[in-house]
């Protein structure tokens, strides 16, 4: 039956539920498309309307990110335009060789999984464009830093401190269930922040993941801080 065959049999019900860790493509000659990417894995995330389609290859530069949450947002973009025209997408998430797709509740999965397929295994590229952030594997500045000192730092350095931290601990955790965390400001104790991929429409995330996330940085930065999601 192929990938996409035993996805959308297991998403209807027939056949043994879906496990854990995925499912492992052992793509037929009817999945294998004309593109240079293949799916070669399907996963559940923490958010059911959202699955992580892994491919053969990576889609982005590593430590990069690519967004896409309207269809607005994906003009200029040949793959992202022909992945928003299947009705349903709400937004993509691109990181590593993985491309998380986050749908809207009204629309059935077993409805758009082989279009999805179709799109990803036909018309996915490497991404050269990107979300701002990039992941460090380490920033100096955090050797020399102490939380009782965090607000004597420029907005800029408060900034690269607390990318640093959530690039430590956070979002290798978020990306493990598709999905980031993008900073969008820091005005004196609250931090703004934004749920990429699978995070952004999932109930844990503005509930038990927004707390963990507010916890962990007044642990790691400041006893003070506050976490809003937007």
Not at 24 to 48: C, F, L, M
């Amino acid at each position: 039956m192929g990938l996409f065959g035993d996805m959308i049999s297991k998403l209807k019900g027939s056949g043994p539920s879906e496990p854990k860790s995925g499912v492992t493509a052992t793509p037929s000659d009817e999945v294998i498309g004309k593109g240079k990417y293949k799916v070669v894995r399907v996963q559940p995330t923490p958010n059911p309307e959202a699955f992580q389609f892994t491919v053969t290859s990576p889609v982005i530069e590593e430590g990069r990110t690519k967004t896409f949450d309207s269809a607005d947002d994906a003009e200029g973009n040949p793959f992202a335009e022909k992945m928003f025209q299947i009705f349903g997408v709400q937004t993509l998430f691109m990181k590593g060789d993985f491309v998380t797709i986050t749908k809207s509740p009204t629309v059935g999965w077993p409805a758009i999984m082989e279009k999805i397929n179709a799109v990803l295994e036909g018309h996915l590229t490497f991404q050269e464009s990107y979300d701002e952030h990039k992941e460090a594997k380490s920033d100096p500045l955090l050797e020399e830093f102490k939380k009782e000192e965090f607000h004597n730092y420029e907005v800029a350095e408060q900034n690269r401190i607390i990318e640093a931290v959530l690039d430590k601990a956070i979002r290798p955790a978020l990306a493990n269930d598709g999905g980031g965390i993008q900073v969008i400001a820091i005005e004196g104790n609250t931090v703004k922040i934004h749920y990429q991929g699978a995070c952004g429409s999932c109930p844990s995330s503005t509930s038990g993941t927004l707390q963990y996330i507010e916890n962990f940085l007044r642990d790691n930065v400041h006893s003070e801080l506050v976490v809003e999601a937007g």
